[in-house]
């Protein structure tokens, strides 16, 4: 694979300084995992009917998005310039008023207050793909990767199924826990996590790095990375079109509650930790990391059409365990991409990478709520409710048919 030129890795920073962000990580998205059992049912508080509850809540998901698109490429661009650890802080303090915003909204309008905020302030995971890529080396990078993707997943093992519990109590109350954890999110990064990137290796800001458009179109330019950031695009779209409407396909067709979505997302936190944390490494080392992302790719899709298809609320448990290889995906392509670029351009590359997650949020939304609104009124066992996942499968098998001839035209060793 032909890759642009680049510098001499910088020597790895201490083991611990990875630990400090790996906990900024988890704190982070415990707090975003306690919301993601309640949001669709804090929406249904203030309209009408599930179909407005379902357009409605894929309009906030989609606003987030879009705002995400536009401000992560900036805020990586910024941390290239200034360091990653004030655009962390800065993160956490947006996404801790964005919690405080939504939990004393007293109308659908004011829901859009926080997630305004919070779509400006969402870089954390960005800047911590770049801090984990600048104090590892092109042999460790993976498995930095694949850590900072096992704290996401941890953040998600006790996230929803906290959430889940205290919305069942009362639908704000998860919101200001989350609020009240994302400022010692903060406090913790103030005193605790050091700055990763050296003055020797900042790189100048431009206007042009902060076009999200500009970031994506630099990478499609990349003829040698072109087709695997595809891969990564289709994969992800999917995954955020599974994510933003698992809490409403489950409640139409399973009637599950608050507590019963925290508790099944709980399942995918651990399975996420135990792959991405334990056994990742040695996936690596089996497979690498060509054969390891076919393989992922092809489990989801399978998954995604037996999501579809189930007809008892347990079965998704039983999808959900079995598709444990899905979690080797994301850190494989991104081990792929990163080490094809320059390291002295780590964070716009993150930031860019993360941007195809919010431009997916920005459209996925709306076209996976718009599928299950129109079969909200159908009868819970009608195979057509499970529609959005099946349009999911068929972005999985795309990709895998991009991925292919990427992998042979470069002759990479499937």
């Not at 001499?8 to 611990?16: E, F, T, Y």
């Not at 650890?85 to 801790?96: D, K, Q, T």
């Not at 590892?136 to 997943?153: C, D, L, N």
């Not at 094809?340 to 997650?357: F, K, Y």
């Amino acid at each position: 694979m032909s890759s642009s030129p680049a510098a001499a890795p910088a020597s790895p920073a201490s083991p611990g300084n990875l630990n400090f962000v790996l906990v900024a990580v988890f704190i982070d998205m415990l707090g975003i995992g306690m919301i993601v059992p309640v949001m669709p049912a804090l929406v249904g508080q203030f309209v009408n009917g599930r179909d407005e509850q379902a357009f409605w809540f894929g309009v906030l998901a989609t606003l987030f998005g879009l705002l995400q698109f536009i401000f992560m490429p900036m805020l990586g661009a910024i941390s290239d310039r200034v360091g990653r650890r004030p655009v962390m802080l800065y993160s956490m303090a947006g996404m801790c008023l964005n919690f405080l915003a939504t939990a004393w909204a007293p109308s659908l309008a004011f829901l859009f207050i926080g997630r305004v905020i919070g779509g400006v302030s969402s870089a954390s995971m960005s800047v911590a793909s770049a801090y984990a890529s600048d104090i590892s080396t092109p042999e460790t990078r993976a498995k930095s990767f694949g850590k900072v993707g096992a704290a996401f997943g941890l953040g998600f093992i006790g996230g929803p199924a906290l959430g889940g519990a205290l919305g069942e109590i009362n639908l704000q109350l998860p919101f200001y826990v989350a609020a009240a954890l994302c400022a010692a999110n903060f406090v913790y990064g103030y005193i605790a996590v050091p700055e990763s990137l050296p003055l020797s290796r900042r790189s100048a800001f431009s206007i042009a790095k902060i076009n999200p458009f500009s970031s994506l179109r630099r990478l499609l330019r990349r003829t040698d990375i072109r087709g695997v950031v595809i891969v990564y695009a289709l994969s992800t779209f999917a995954h955020m079109m599974l994510q933003s409407t698992w809490v409403l396909y489950t409640t139409f067709r399973f009637n599950w509650s608050p507590g019963d979505n925290g508790a099944a997302m709980f399942c995918v936190g651990l399975a996420a930790a135990v792959v991405q944390a334990g056994l990742l490494g040695m996936l690596m080392k089996r497979f690498g990391e060509v054969r390891l992302t076919l393989l992922g790719l092809a489990s989801g899709c399978i998954t995604y059409v037996l999501y579809g298809l189930a007809t008892q609320g347990w079965m998704m448990y039983v999808f959900i365990l079995c598709n444990l290889l899905a979690f080797t995906t994301a850190p494989a392509l991104q081990s792929i991409i990163s080490r094809g670029s320059d390291v002295n351009g780590q964070g716009e590359l993150m930031g860019s990478l993360q941007s195809i997650s919010s431009l997916g949020v920005v459209f996925m939304p709306l076209l996976g709520t718009a599928i299950l609104g129109l079969a909200s009124h159908l009868p819970p066992q009608d195979w057509r409710i499970g529609s959005t996942f099946f349009l999911c499968a068929a972005m999985q098998a795309v990709a895998i048919g991009v991925a292919l001839f990427y992998f042979k035209s470069h002759r990479m060793r499937t």
